[in-house]
């Protein structure tokens, strides 16, 4: 734990993780706050899924436009506008009591949602030095991962007591507070874009890109899937309140499996380490097809949860060592638009699936979709040889000399 005592002890890695927490919390909270408001409001478990499913799709759809904006304006701007404007979805959702009125609301709110994940990550590259980048992407999928657990417990909490609205007002509360301290921190607002190189390639049209969207668009569609999945299992087995053992130790594992992916030592290249990492959750993803919503599911997604954080540590090393230059968030906008959109798809079809065909062959879809992006990414292997390098001693060096600790 040496790696994360040194990380923690460079001034402003502490302020970049706690000013963001409270909006990822916000986040880990809407969709079910979402979903309760809607079905309370309107008595019907089909409207409140399906404001969900404009909600993070209309989110997803543009992901790329606000991520786009911050590599043109900067993130002082931009937050402070997408921040204020999400906050007041929220409350205003909040207060709907007309069915389509809160189908409109939820959309407009995933258009306004502020990009926190995908402003943070380009913030380490100005905080820490070179060869500590991968523990610290470690520690921020954790501390994503970590909202991601305590969020949907708050969120259930909130709207089945006896105040069910606060479950909006605490998210908007959240977002208010994260999203504004990060806005207003020296790091966000000194932050400056990268200048595009003089022969820049669009995104869509950049090879190694195009390559993380294709897996992308697989992943996407089996994590959708599996997200309804699991609950539909349960439900149809009579066992609902199963569905919390699942997800949370799925996002327990995700915590620990992104912290063990920051111990593994810079002389591995980031490619390399995904590729090892994917090859064994390929083999972690068959179990899940055969386990019951009871405890084998509970210790078989803990595992998958374990084993995928730890490559979301080098998938984001990937995307920014194989990255254009001056697309520091667009980058991340434009393949999360694509993943998630594919996503909702499968959040959409994998109801249907459960129920039509059985929940077992739903899983199996996303055992399907993993190995065919482990096999994607082999294939493709050459578009993504830039993160197959390590940083040689002179640019330690120099990244550590760019790094200079600073107390602003």
């Known amino acids: 734990m ?3 005592r040194e990380l923690f002890a460079i001034p402003n890695v502490w302020v970049l993780v706690l000013a963001s927490f409270p909006a990822r919390v916000s986040y880990g909270m809407v969709a079910l706050a979402i979903f309760f408001k809607t079905e ?3 008595g019907s478990v089909a409207v409140a899924g399906l404001a969900i499913g404009i909600n ?10 606000r991520g786009s904006l911050m590599d043109r304006f900067g993130q002082k701007w931009p937050l402070r506008i997408f921040v204020p404007g999400y906050t007041s979805m929220m409350l ?3 207060t709907m009591q007309d ?3 809160i189908l409109v609301a939820a959309f407009i709110m995933g258009i306004t949602a502020p990009p926190i994940n995908l402003s943070v990550r380009p913030l380490w590259k100005m905080v820490v030095p070179e060869d500590c980048l991968r523990t610290a992407y470690a520690v921020d999928t954790s501390v994503m991962s970590t909202a991601g657990v305590i969020g949907p417990i708050v969120a259930t909490s909130l709207a089945l007591s006896s105040h069910p609205g606060s479950a909006l007002n605490v998210a908007a509360a959240l977002m208010a507070i994260g999203g504004g301290a990060l806005a207003l921190t020296h790091i966000s607002r000194d932050w400056v874009p990268e200048k595009k190189d003089p022969n820049h390639i669009s995104l869509w049209r950049h090879k190694a890109i195009q390559l993380l969207m294709i897996e992308g668009c697989f992943i996407g569609f089996g994590w959708g899937v599996f997200d309804v999945a699991v609950p539909a299992f349960a439900t149809l087995e009579d066992v609902p309140h199963r569905t919390a053992w699942i997800l949370t130790a799925m996002g327990i594992g995700n915590i620990i499996g992104g912290l063990l992916g920051g111990l593994v030592s810079g002389r591995v290249s980031a490619l390399k380490a995904m590729r090892i990492t994917y090859l064994t959750w390929t083999f972690i993803s068959i179990p899940i097809v055969f386990t019951y919503p009871g405890w084998s599911m509970v210790i078989a997604g803990a ?7 730890t490559i979301q540590v080098f998938y984001w090393e990937v995307m920014e060592a194989v990255r254009p230059k001056g697309s520091a968030v667009a980058m991340m906008g434009w393949i999360w638009t694509v993943e998630g959109t594919l996503m909702s798809i499968g959040a959409a079809a994998g109801g249907w699936i459960a129920e039509t065909y059985s929940p077992r062959f739903a899983l199996s879809i996303t055992t399907f979709t993993i190995i065919s992006g482990f096999i994607i990414l082999t294939l493709g292997r050459k578009r993504l040889a830039a993160a197959d390098r390590i940083p040689t001693v002179e640019e330690d060096l120099a990244a550590m000399s760019n790094n200079s600790p600073t107390t602003k």
């Open 303 to 309: 595992v998958l949860g374990l084993v995928g954080g």
């Open 56 to 65: 993070s799709l209309a989110g997803a759809a543009t992901a790329g436009l």
């Open 92 to 94: 205003i959702l909040n």
């Open 99 to 101: 069915k389509n009125a």
């Open 2 to 4: 040496k790696r994360y």
């Open 40 to 42: 309370q409001t309107t």
